[in-house]
């Protein structure tokens, strides 16, 4: 396989899957923002209590991205190898797995809220968690809408569809400030619920994000749809979506759960509740900062994806290699801009800021910003990663960064040293750096194409049943320059892999230890078996 380098036809490619990205993670990080942003009218304690409530909430992602990363990566591949029925029933089972974990999220929320919240708050000052329970419980009763919707949009973006999941951003956003504006104030007559006024804004506007995500589907507008197929539950592709998705899940856990820790560090330090609150708004401000980065992997898992899907690895290096080129760029400039505008961005969000919030969150935004290329590398290479379906490597660059990392230095330079909340903001930049390290070490090792064609049917069902030879012989001259027509789709189903192109058509099946290209009208029958290493077999 060569590394090619960047193309314009590739740049072109990452930028208008990215834009779109760009301005649906923006809208859908408003929904989350404006929480924020309300709490800040209502005072410094109201703003620790929605950061406090937004560490818990942060498991939510346990769900949502154990999900959305199978979904995206399973959804590229059946796009790769133009395979609509197979592209349909990925939408419909992912779906089902989104409501069913959504359900059993709930219960866990509504049942640990309390406790989790009473552990975080290590101040004085218990008021934070007590506006903060309500808010959760109210969030929690609303996962199965957040999953269902943001699976939906991560099957459109994963099949290379990233203006709708834009446009039904937009509509959750414009749902939510409407609803949290008057729920918060008690606008008009509309009860004055405060804080958990703004929960209920949330939820009810991504009930209706939900609602549109699955009329789409419904209504077949897009390249993704549910199709005519039935809805009872394909455990084989639960499991597929699962097997992909669970270390993207464990990643957001292992985060959340060091996230959690870090904020009880921070509320241990001298500034207390109120570094809590300069977190809380750090973390809300770096959440839009970041939208580009988290948009180019995006652009990566669906390039990749669609790529490997066809079996064509050049193509699928190119993407990732294009699309860290501008992510990187484009981060160096998020980061001077976080750097230099610091002070008016936390001014923003809390107009009547307390001195101490001030300074912390002024110090998180510019230490951190000096950390916005390397997050770009990390979450470019994840997503790369992710489209081949290999998305251990993330996993355990996170918890090495977070849980070996972060937290050992956070406590140290914090409360050891007597740093106070910058040691916490320092200990950030040296755990990403060090999880930036560990998944470019595994893109560069060029393991991924095995991994993708492991977790594929095309290998459980078949390729497996074969030797090492006629399994290579069958990729290189096959499958690869098959695929590379524009026109060529693949199929497989328990009788064989099946080709078709204007004009043609091949089938292949296991006879023994060897595959067999059965005779076609002018084609004649062909066996690859171990001895099939090299040379042409295609006419």
């Known amino acids: 396989m060569s590394r090619l380098g960047l193309d314009g036809a590739t740049l072109r490619a990452v930028w208008r899957l990215a834009l779109p990205v760009i301005g649906a993670n923006l809208l859908v990080t408003l929904v989350n923002v404006v929480d924020v942003f309300f709490a800040g009218r209502l005072g410094s304690t109201e703003v620790a209590a929605v950061g406090l409530a937004t560490s818990v909430r942060l498991l939510v992602l346990v769900v949502v991205m154990a999900i959305s990363s199978g979904a995206m990566a399973l959804a590229a591949q059946a796009r790769g190898a133009r395979d609509p029925d197979a592209l349909s029933l990925i939408a419909r089972q992912t779906v089902l797995v989104a409501v069913a974990l959504g359900l059993v999220l709930t219960v866990a929320g509504l049942a640990f809220s309390g406790p989790v919240l009473g552990f975080l708050d290590a101040s004085d000052d218990p008021g934070a968690a007590a506006i903060a329970l309500p808010y959760l419980l109210v969030v929690f009763a609303g996962t199965v809408f957040t999953a269902v919707q943001i699976a939906g949009a991560s099957l459109l973006q994963g099949a290379g569809d990233t203006v709708r999941p834009l446009l039904l951003s937009a509509l959750a956003t414009v749902a939510n400030v409407l609803f949290t504006w008057l729920l918060v104030f008690g606008i008009g007559p509309f009860p004055a619920l405060g804080v958990t006024g703004a929960a209920v804004g949330t939820v009810a506007a991504r009930a209706l994000a939900m609602a549109a995500t699955l009329w789409v589907l419904a209504r077949g507008h897009s390249v993704v749809s549910f199709g005519s197929g039935g809805w009872r539950p ?306």
């Open 234 to 539: 394909a455990w084989d592709t639960w499991r597929d979506v699962l097997a992909i998705g669970w270390p993207s899940g464990m990643q957001s856990l292992a985060y959340s759960g060091a996230g959690l820790l870090v904020m009880r560090i921070v509320t241990s330090t001298p500034s207390g509740s109120l570094g809590a609150a300069a977190l809380a708004i750090g973390l809300q401000i770096e959440s839009l900062a970041f939208m580009p980065g988290l948009a180019f992997a995006v652009a990566a898992t669906s390039l990749v994806g669609r790529a490997v899907g066809a079996w064509q690895l050049d193509d699928a290096w190119r993407a990732a290699h294009a699309a860290l080129a501008v992510g990187v760029a484009v981060m160096g400039l998020v980061a001077l801009a976080l750097f230099v505008a610091a002070e008016p961005l936390v001014r923003f969000f809390d107009p009547s800021a307390h001195p101490t919030v001030l300074r912390d969150g002024v110090s998180y935004l510019r230490i951190n910003a000096l950390a916005q290329p390397v997050l770009a590398v990390f979450f470019v290479l994840s997503g790369g990663l992710r489209g081949a379906g290999d998305t251990r490597p993330p996993l355990i660059a996170t918890i090495v960064g977070r849980w070996l990392v972060v937290l050992p230095l956070a406590w140290w330079w914090a409360l050891g040293l007597g740093w106070g909340v910058v040691g916490v903001w320092w200990a950030f930049v040296a755990g990403l750096t060090v999880q930036a390290g560990i998944v470019a070490w595994r893109w560069r090792s060029a393991t991924w194409p095995e991994i993708a064609l492991r977790r594929s049917r095309l290998f459980r069902d078949h390729l497996s049943r074969v030797d090492e030879g006629a399994r290579r012989a069958f990729l290189e001259q096959v499958r690869a320059p098959v695929m590379a027509r524009p026109d060529a789709s693949e199929r497989v189903d328990a009788a064989g892999v099946h080709y078709r192109w204007a004009g043609g058509e091949e089938r292949w099946r296991v006879e023994g230890s060897s595959l067999v290209r059965d005779a076609t009208d002018g084609v004649e029958a062909l066996r690859l078996d171990a001895g099939s290493r090299s040379g042409a077999v295609l006419p």
